[in-house]
């Protein structure tokens, strides 16, 4: 018989005094990631190594801290890097539709675009003033009159010219024409048409030489009109550059360490000077009319040209940047080009192009969840793509996917220097790995957090001083030794063994604030021991109503579950529904039913469609070890029925294979089970009892409906030898077993386990084959031998019956 275990082996105790302190406020806390030494390796490895590919995935549980810690992490790091460059976009003077970018470095980016806002207001003024000045005027008066006076004298010789040959220089509505005039004065078509043909012949000879000697004259002004005209435009030009070059030629001297920014200032200068009659005239209040709006909306867009977009400013940064992106759309992760509505059309210009955070995060970090990323669309395949090709590419999601066909922007590429970091679950790690062939090439460090750490006394000193730090950060009240040691046992129990920790801080840091808030309640200085039992207490009273209701149902007898005396081929076997938050044990009536037959097992569960593939294979399992174990010689003439009796949803795992065993063992040796004890363990074709999960919930549920049924000291539990380390039950349970009021017992094999529940020996095996007399073993050969014989006499005695009814026929016949 297995030895029950004491009160001291189902729940590992932590003694305050291993803080040698009074409470976590005398602790130093602790900022640094604690038991995860693999997932900080990794980390490293991914961080130091500077080639393409090694960005980090952070695999683990929500829960771990990642994000936090991760970040907690960079942002250390990140201060002991050099703070990487503005990026600006400024216009493209070549293609408008291609703005440039240009890098400054940080924080002149801001500057740059000051100077150049102010530059250009200055040239404004300069201009403006230069082109309103006496001296301009007097120059263009000078340049104009001289052509004037040239061009008069041109026409008055020839006026005189025609005069001498009989005609005037007229000005008609088609031009300048000769008008015959051999007295002075024009002469009338009366007086034409009495001249004779030669007289005519003459004057239309004298008219032609005229008008091509007019033409050489028009012609020749015409050149000289043009050359003045381009005269005045270089001396516009003149001016202009005259006005405006004294500013530029500071402002390039300020920047000549930065050859981009002289390029660009060169540009911008010749633009002014180009269109220098923009700059003529101060801008004037725009009137009501919509003509006049448009005229200044023109007049201001003409103007944004010379602006600067600053696309990143890093000027308050000290360090990398680390970015969380917490919203990893498409446009929030590459950038957007806005637009803005213009009487009724959409307009956009390079001033309109936003940073996306690949941008914010240049030259350092960005973090991510990959569940956000995948979720939104085009976003991880816009991240893929950028990090593949080393450079951030601004584009318009409809224009990428081909939906939009108008002509937009195409910003200069910027190239890319970062670490990306996502974080996720490990099943996405393992998915994209296997359907996504980029990502292993984009991804190649794999950073994974455990959710457990060892019990060592250094690392229960770095868990005191991770809650230092809860309570330091959030203003909480600190922890005295036996809340510490209350929590550290409640963290043995997240992790399912005695000898580990869970490094599911959330949960932690959760119980703690509840502790505080209940210790404020109490006016306490400090969190004790009950402060953290009760947060405990109440986080299982907000969720559990569901098994109360079960529990009551049980109590009431609307769902069988016997507590004491006997029975044979009915066990209890316990099973774990999952709530979310809440996972609570819940007994469930096994029984088995035997007879004659070839069937073998039946296992109910699964005719009806309600069993798993996991509960399917432990049943398959339990016909392997009955064969194995009594019908060696024999045909296994057994047809056995399996059932999980008032379950009305689907059955999954092995658990209860164990406790189906025991039920099937006790109908074939009609040797009763104790109903007062549960059973829990998957068991092998060997026999061996196999660990399960859920081991407390599963004892604590037990529990719960042997005290509502009144405690006979004879309950108990049948659990895995292997599950004794996995044991942090609730002390209410313990002090039940400290009492002798409820029993633990754990076995190692079915053998072991048919004894505590029958009482029976269970026998071993002779060198006969047989067992000892009157076991439990010897019991259930005999009936499986008894079962196989009346098989065979059965198939005797139909095959019998069917030759007499052949003999029949051929006599009849």
Not at 111 to 123: E, F, G, P, V, W
Request: proline share 4%; glycine share 6%; with cysteine.
């Amino acid at each position: 018989m297995p030895k029950e275990l004491s009160a001291e082996q189902v729940r590992r105790r932590c003694d305050p005094a291993i803080f040698k302190c009074n409470s976590t406020e005398e602790l130093k806390p602790q900022q640094n990631i604690i038991g995860q030494d693999r997932a900080l390796s990794a980390f490293k490895l991914g961080l130091n190594i500077l080639k393409p590919g090694f960005n980090i995935y952070v695999s683990g549980l929500a829960g771990t801290g990642r994000t936090t810690a991760i970040r907690s992490f960079l942002e250390v790091l990140a201060a002991k890097k050099e703070t990487p460059s503005d990026w600006c976009y400024v216009h493209n003077f070549r293609d408008s539709y291609c703005p440039r970018a240009l890098r400054v470095p940080p924080g002149m980016g801001q500057t740059l675009q000051k100077d150049t806002k102010r530059l250009i207001d200055n040239a404004r003024r300069s201009i403006a003033q230069a082109f309103s000045s006496k001296e301009y005027a007097d120059r263009q008066a000078e340049i104009t009159e001289s052509f004037n006076k040239q061009k008069e004298e041109a026409f008055n010789r020839l006026s005189k010219k025609a005069q001498d040959k009989g005609f005037l220089l007229q000005t008609t509505p088609i031009g300048l024409v000769f008008a015959p005039a051999p007295q002075g004065e024009p002469m009338k078509e009366e007086e034409y048409h009495k001249l004779g043909s030669k007289e005519k012949e003459g004057l239309r000879q004298k008219q032609e030489e005229l008008t091509k000697e007019l033409k050489e004259v028009v012609a020749k002004l015409k050149t000289q009109e043009n050359a003045v005209q381009k005269q005045l435009e270089d001396t516009d030009r003149e001016v202009a550059r005259y006005s405006i070059g004294h500013l530029f030629e500071e402002l390039k001297d300020k920047y000549h360490q930065f050859p981009q920014v002289v390029d660009y200032l060169k540009e911008v200068e010749q633009d002014v000077v180009d269109n220098f009659g923009q700059f003529k005239s101060e801008p004037k209040a725009p009137e009501a009319e919509p003509l006049a709006a448009m005229q200044e909306l023109a007049r201001k867009q003409a103007f944004r040209k010379y602006e600067i977009n600053v696309l990143v400013d890093n000027s308050e940064l000290k360090g990398a940047p680390v970015i969380l992106e917490l919203n990893p759309t498409f446009n929030n992760l590459i950038g957007r080009i806005e637009k803005e509505a213009q009487f009724g059309a959409l307009y956009t210009d390079f001033t309109m192009i936003k940073s996306g955070s690949l941008h914010q995060a240049n030259g350092g970090y960005l973090v991510m969840r990959v569940e956000d990323i995948l979720t939104n669309f085009q976003s991880w395949e816009g991240l893929k793509r950028t990090l593949r090709d080393g450079k951030l590419i601004i584009e318009e999601l409809g224009e990428r996917l081909g939906f939009v066909a108008t002509k937009s922007l195409r910003p200069e590429p910027i190239p890319l220097d970062l670490k990306a970091v996502v974080i996720g679950e490990p099943m996405l790690y393992y998915l994209l790995h296997r359907l996504d062939p980029e990502f292993k090439e984009l991804f190649k460090v794999k950073a994974d957090f455990d959710t457990r750490m060892d019990k060592s006394e250094a690392g229960l000193k770095d868990y005191a001083a991770v809650i230092c730090q809860l309570c330091n950060q959030e203003n909480l009240k600190h922890l005295d030794s036996s809340a510490l040691a209350k929590i550290i046992e409640h963290s043995s129990r997240l992790a399912g063994d005695q000898e580990k920790l869970s490094t599911l801080f959330a949960d932690i840091a959760d119980i703690t604030r509840e502790a505080s808030f209940w210790a404020s309640e109490e006016g306490a200085q400090l969190i004790s021991a009950s402060h953290i039992k009760k947060a405990i207490e109440q986080k299982v009273y907000r969720s559990n109503l569901i098994q109360e209701r079960i529990n009551e149902m049980i109590e009431k007898g609307t769902i069988i579950i016997d507590t004491e005396g006997e029975s044979v081929g009915q066990a209890n076997g316990l099973a774990i529904i999952a709530l979310g938050d809440f996972a609570f044990g819940k007994p469930n009536r096994i029984t088995a039913s035997t007879s004659v037959g070839r069937e073998g097992l039946i296992d109910i569960e699964r005719e009806a469609k309600l069993g798993g593939p996991i509960h399917t294979k432990g049943v398959m399992i339990l016909n392997g070890y009955i064969a194995d174990k009594y019908a060696r010689d024999l045909p296994l003439a057994l047809s056995a029925r399996l059932v999980f009796e008032q379950s009305y949803e689907e059955v999954e795992g092995d658990s209860a294979s164990s406790t189906e065993l025991y039920t099937l063992l006790s109908r074939l040796s009609d040797v009763p089970i104790k109903q007062g004890i549960a059973v829990t363990g998957s068991v092998n074709q060997k026999g061996e009892v196999q660990a399960i999960g859920g081991i407390n919930e599963k004892i604590e549920g037990f529990y719960e409906i042997c005290k509502a049924n009144g405690f006979d000291k004879k309950q108990g539990v049948l659990i895995p030898e292997s599950n004794i380390r996995n044991l942090m039950l609730k002390e209410e349970v313990v002090e039940a077993i400290r009492g002798g009021n409820f029993h633990i017992y754990p076995v190692s094999t079915i053998d072991q386990g048919i004894e505590v529940l029958t009482g029976v020996k269970a026998g071993r095996r002779l060198k006969d084959d047989s067992f000892e007399p009157d076991s439990i073993n010897d019991r259930v050969q005999k009936r499986l031998t008894t079962l196989a014989e009346r098989l065979r006499d059965f198939t005797k005695g139909s095959e019998t019956v069917q030759e007499t009814t052949k003999s029949k026929d051929k006599s009849q016949a």
